[in-house]
């Protein structure tokens, strides 16, 4: 038996319709679909713990935002998209004037599919410094730090410890990680960026779920930013064994094989550059409301 | 219908065996096995029209080597397994004494499945300049040049073409195309370096095939490295569906993506570094046979 | 005695001057200045073998922008200079309708004040695989091909022979030959742009002076762009002693170092690519005229 | 007046030995010499307050370990650089058995001359996470831990509060930070690496100094090491004018020049590689003190 990989919620949601085999009511979740700019965005609430065993995610809101229009390189599509994402950021976070925010990019730079975080973290405009030494200048601006967790293998140290540490010094209102999720459809890979204002399980979507980065852990709000850039080749595999009713599907050589495999686009390499740069716009329209894309493109430059 | 897509000849060989249902004689074509330095060794001969229309490749020998035991990091892989191969390398070439040597590194550096070639091309001495500028300290080995083709949307100019105008200036008597190949199975991705004397038609493995690089288009004998390092999704999913008995699989998120999907190792990043390391230390020992693998460390760091 | 190095016309002007200790009038040469964008430029004519003779450079025009806007980042300063540049590229090329043009980046990526070639080269449009493949969509643009030359460690083949047989293969109606300059003030390193249209002496600029890379070599008009990112530290020394009126100034220690050293600004990795994009940019302005930086952005992203 | 930058305690000594102009007792000061694997090794203690003032240094060991054989490439000069290396490590850290180390790369990897410590920090083993984790397999080895500590622009953090931070959640019993360092003579760069047990200030090698790592603000030992990667241009010149007895040297356009200005190899960055993997490897033989090089290579490879 396959395991089914997701870290979407709008998935969960999807695969306990599959199963129930009718659209029921689902109990303790709720839904809803706006337009954005022209992004769809799918918000689903996780509202109690029959919600919470239903989906498998922990109690809480989940904001999907569709990017297709970003991929596919439309007119003015990183613009709209970027203010989009920066606006739910804002619902989500409910941030006070003089509020400092911790922006956390996780996962291996060196790995493609999993350099959303480090590449977003490229993206964000670090304050902190300059607020506290230049005043009459940046005075007026959110104290932002960033922080690049590195992995596990290059530091011997597990990012949760680390950003507890980092956070414990710095003290932030709010932390915001980013971070490469696993998806369970291919149509989603790249597409989709998920909010959460849950945490998150750094390496869940990739297959070494390791200590939780939330509020329960750091003491501090946790606002997750995710894209699903692999679907978990067995993963696929299963879902394409069903589909086609098949009982017994044993992809042999993926179990010879030894190691993991993922499915991913070929296109990967430029599709995390867009989408991190997408992430660390909205979060910078977000923290720095007065700021317009011109001003953050001078500000990275 | 789902496209099955190998550019290994062994794969080939083993779907013309699964189409006939039965193992009859391949008619045309010859193979053989060994054992050398505890790498097993396959060589299929296609050796003329009919073999060469069965199995969907020109005439021409192909030579597999499984390198299971370097990604699996054993003892002494990497200096049995270069040595395999610089010896499977010169069984192929048959290098005069003062022969040249022009290596090319097909592929793009920055999509990881697709950086076999440049890898290689860094691993690979370039002698060229030094015997005709240091004919006393060089003059004993081989003139070897190196040329990274880059890829089309970054030049605008087809490989072929490019190396073509390079190899007229240079006037090689051999030249050495490495580049990423595309498999059927998983288990084979990152496990399996071929060497063909028949050339090379760049891009193949990724779905564009391009201008042929061979000795009817350059003039000049072109031997081909390659080492698999996706399966295309489709080819996957047509795979399952069939072994699974199903008749009309059809992975429509797939096609719904609207963009190539691939399969790969999650350490496709580690393995491609290590792979490429191999091949250019086996083209090093074939070409200069009086140095061991201390010398070329030397020579390259 | 130290040898004074520098690749700037204008410089080898002021060396003259002050070789002649006065304001004298320099045969065969002309110069003028001009404002534009509110950037000054220089042009200094070399008209004969007299004044060749004098400054020690080939019969040309040169010209010199001084960007100093640029790197104190001024608002606006990047598209006013990429305008600039483009407009005084556009003066020396005296392009035709379907001109086709070659843009070759010298010099080596992995020695940061080196760089200025291959980071141009990425900010360059390729255009002639769209024009010659899509030509419905692209067919109004001028066909563009880009070529890094790599450097002669890596690729055992010389520049100009490799530029040479890929011009013979493409037969483009210029060549832009774009690389890193010596200049003999620091108060110019990184701080001007020197446009010229007698080609280029590869390396020149770092003490390896090779084959021409011009018109006599290739048969096509070569433009050469180049940017001043070091002072030989040894020209620097002399010029210091001269000014102190020392007479037997002795750096024994540069000498004792045994290697050859650089002078360039804290900041040169940021320099370079700020220079590098202006260059691309202003190259792409002046190849297609009717382009806005606007457009340029969403062609390279 | 230009300032005198130096931050090696041999050249602190030799500015004093200057000043004084003759060769007095240097009181609160001893130094010795050794020749170790063929590197000369100098030792120079700071005992008391006294030599503090004499050589602005805090009390404390600084050994000078010269490596121009390394960088001249000669025959197993790596292997004898990194035992001794290794060995005078080892006579600082005083380890016990248990003991465990934090491996802290100051600098930013961006800049070539200031990567000395990203760049070590990759050739260091990571094992503090395989101890814990593997203790059947790795329980007989040191516990090490590895931070890159970025730069201030792009985290907002100061290094120290960032080391800080980490430290008290891991607690070791070391701390070594490795760092690029400034020289007072071109015959030093890339050609000496220094030992101290004193901890660093960093950054006071390139112009900001920011608050210490040491003992007194990290409560742990800390020992740095560092290499000098460059030679400040101004102090450069100021030793030229000196030498040459002219009073009142001028290079105006140093200053004209608006930024800092930098001498510094033209190999820098090859350099920069080979002392990298130097200082990771002498760390690495110091910690674990039954590996050998090869071991080593295999671990990191």
């Known amino acids: 038996m396959w395991t089914r990989r997701t870290d979407l919620a709008v998935e969960a949601r999807e695969l306990w319709q599959e199963s129930t085999e009718k659209q029921t009511e689902l109990k303790g979740v709720k839904s809803r679909e706006k337009d954005l700019n022209g992004f769809k965005v799918t918000t689903v609430e996780i509202l109690d713990d029959e919600g919470a065993k239903a989906l498998n995610k922990p109690v809480g809101t989940y904001i999907t935002i569709e990017i297709d229009r970003l991929v596919q390189r439309e007119d003015n599509a990183f613009t ?14 409910k941030l006070k004037e003089n509020d400092s925010v911790l922006v956390v990019g996780l996962g291996n730079e060196a790995i493609t599919p999993d350099a959303i975080g480090p590449k977003t973290a490229k993206n964000t405009m670090v304050t902190r410094h300059l607020v506290e030494k230049m005043p009459d200048m940046f005075g007026s601006m959110r104290r932002v730090s960033v922080l690049v967790s590195g992995v596990l293998g290059t530091t011997g140290i597990e990012s949760a410890d680390f950003i507890k540490a980092v956070a414990e010094k710095l003290k932030p209102d709010y932390v915001i990680v ?57 993963t696929l595999a299963a879902d ?50 007065d700021l317009n894309i011109e001003d953050i493109n001078m500000f990275l430059s």
């Open 240 to 289: 394409l064994a069903e589909q086609s009713g098949a009982k017994d599907i044993n992809p042999e050589d993926m179990s010879s094989y030894g190691g993991e495999m993922i499915v991913t686009p070929k296109e990967i390499d430029s599709n995390v550059n867009d989408i991190s740069k997408l992430i660390g716009y909205g979060i910078n329209l977000s923290l720095h409301s």
């Open 80 to 93: 709209l998209g970027s203010e989009a994402l920066g606006s739910e950021i804002s619902g989500i976070l």
């Open 178 to 234: 980013v971070d490469a999720l696993a998806s369970r459809k291919l149509a989603r890979i790249c597409r989709t960026v998920q909010l959460a204002d849950t945490g998150i399980v750094p390496g869940s979507g990739v297959g070494n779920s390791r200590a939780a980065i939330n509020k329960e852990t750091l003491g501090i709000p946790v606002i997750a930013i995710g894209v699903p850039t692999v679907v978990d080749a067995a």
